[in-house]
């Protein structure tokens, strides 16, 4: 039988400001375990960017209004990289817009502003990239890693918690291994038998071993995320 891992006790598996890669077969498969780990990792004092690619940024602020974890959206900055006809800037909301998932220019230029906006007011700054799979589907592999390692970068002093889930089933075993030398650990998940199991992949004394994923904790509220 499988022991349990509790969300907060994956995100205490890896230093503070560690840029994690979670993989999973696809969006199903990793569910919202990437935006529950962020909620674990985000103090009352701390700020969140969150870049997406598959939903709008007034769909993410609405997800973090009706969570606990961020009393106010002002904690908060959105890079919104979904498809549109332009760039497009909201300082007063911390949102700014990007023309498309492979705007990769837009999106750093965008990710600078969010977290000088939020670093005004608070010392560590999380991060969450929705899924690197969207734009990689578009991108050559190259390309997209060095974005990657870029965004990784861009926080600078006030990084905190990187989270960077990536869908296997479409993305190729060899740019998966790349994403995972960039990274300073990985959370594999699974199904299996209708439960959601995770793997820790970090340092050398880490457990290489499945567990089961408690998919409440107590110690945060996820309401609002599907």
């Keep these: 039988m499988s022991r349990t891992k509790q969300i907060s006790e994956l995100r205490a598996a890896f230093p503070a400001d560690a840029s994690v890669l979670i993989t999973g077969t696809c969006a199903e498969t990793i569910g919202s375990l990437h935006q529950k780990l962020l909620c674990s990792a985000v103090d009352n004092d701390e700020g969140a960017v969150v870049v997406t690619t598959e939903d709008t940024a007034a769909r993410v602020q609405q997800r973090f209004d009706r969570s606990r974890r961020f009393a106010s959206t002002s904690g908060l900055a959105v890079v919104d990289g979904t498809p549109k006809d332009r760039r ?15 705007d990769f220019s837009g999106a750093m230029l965008a990710l600078r502003r969010g977290y000088e906006s939020l670093a005004v007011e608070y010392d560590t700054v999380h991060l969450l990239f929705d899924t690197l799979t969207t734009p990689l589907v578009s991108a050559d592999s190259s390309t997209l890693m060095r974005f990657a390692h870029q965004v990784m970068l861009e926080g ?56 089961d994923l408690a998919e409440y904790d107590s110690a945060f509220d996820i309401r609002g995320f599907v």
């Design 156 to 211: 600078g002093s006030t990084t905190g918690l990187q989270l960077f889930p990536v869908f296997t089933n479409v993305t190729a075993t060899s740019d998966v291994t790349k994403l995972k030398h960039l990274s300073e650990g990985m959370i594999e998940v699974r199904k299996r038998g209708g439960k959601r199991q995770v793997r820790l992949r970090g340092s050398p004394e880490t457990p290489a071993e499945w567990f």
């Design 88 to 102: 497009h800037a909201e300082p007063e909301r911390n949102v700014w817009k990007t023309s498309s998932p492979v």
